[in-house]
């Protein structure tokens, strides 16, 4: 029998999904997200029959890494060329030298990419969940930044150290029990004239404005994830990723912030300023 040789291939569009690790639509740490809420769905189910909460970290097998893979190409494409500079006179003080707070850093992709950008800025990320701190370290000390970079295990309102000229919140504002507690405590940390960024999934201020892709990958991620992550914690607000532009503002402005202003949007993200 003759020997087939056979050539398989796939299209640039499909290479950006599946190959290109830092286009903007790789989707391989969706794979992963979606395989960790399969995982813990006993769990999740268990929270809401009991009125209970899934504390971060114990969902699955290793969600706070498919998570930081997940938002990963959006925080390559957008924090830099985006979001930063979106921010009224914030650019140019990361520009002269900072001092930045990244809370809910996570495995530290947004602080890295902060820090890469701007070396003559101080960057700390911060997150109450110790294993995405060692691993956040594990990558500050692979891209040579461990010198400039620090990691720390501290819930948002323990933070003691003060005088932040910037402070950043990627995705987990509404993941916090106490969103209202965490803004009065950023208001106390951040020093005069600083600015607080949050950056949160993008969503309309009722549920019909998010019947739309976006918007119902979003609620399922909020049910399997974000409600739960949120009542485990102290007051359990439970916000979901879907709260709305109005109702963040309005906490923010509780927490002591005199403004607050949408400075940029994507098609998965909004970018609120607070001052």
Same mark, same amino acid.
């Given at each position: ?64 890494? =498919?998570?930081?893979?997940?938002? #990963?190409? %959006? ?9 930063? /500079? !979106?921010? *009224? ?46 691993? =956040?370290?594990?990558?500050?000390? #692979?891209? %040579? ?9 501290? /819930? !948002?309102? *323990? ?117």
């Amino acid at each position: 029998m003759a020997q087939r040789n056979e050539t398989f291939s796939i299209s640039p569009e499909q290479a950006m999904v599946f190959v290109e690790r830092d286009s903007p639509v790789y989707l391989a740490g969706a794979y992963e997200l979606a395989a960790a809420m399969i995982e813990a769905e006993g769990k999740v189910e268990e929270c809401f029959r009991r009125g209970t909460g899934v504390r971060w970290g114990d969902h699955a097998g290793c969600l706070f890494c =498919a998570t930081g893979a997940f938002f #990963r190409p %959006g925080y390559v494409n957008n924090i830099v060329q985006q979001w930063l /500079p !979106a921010l *009224d006179g914030v650019e140019a003080r990361l520009k002269s030298g900072a001092r930045v707070a990244d809370i809910g850093c996570g495995v530290g992709f947004s602080t890295l990419l902060m820090a890469e950008a701007y070396p003559a800025s101080e960057f700390t990320g911060y997150d109450f969940h110790e294993p995405s701190i060692e691993e =956040a370290r594990r990558h500050a000390q #692979r891209h %040579g930044l461990s010198e400039r970079v620090r990691f720390e295990v501290a /819930p !948002a309102k *323990d933070i003691a150290e003060t005088g932040y000229d910037l402070v950043t919140m990627y995705d987990c504002l509404h993941d916090m029990g106490d969103p209202r507690g965490c803004a009065a405590h950023m208001r106390r940390i951040i020093a005069p004239g600083g600015t607080w960024m949050i950056v949160e999934p993008i969503a309309g201020d009722s549920p019909e404005q998010n019947l739309n892709p976006v918007g119902r990958l979003y609620y399922n991620a909020s049910t399997m994830i974000c409600v739960p992550t949120s009542l485990d914690q102290e007051v359990g607000e439970g916000l979901g990723a879907q709260a709305g532009e109005a109702r963040l503002a309005a906490i923010v402005r509780e927490g002591g912030f005199n403004s607050v202003r949408r400075a940029t949007e994507g098609p998965f993200n909004m970018v609120l300023e607070a001052r």
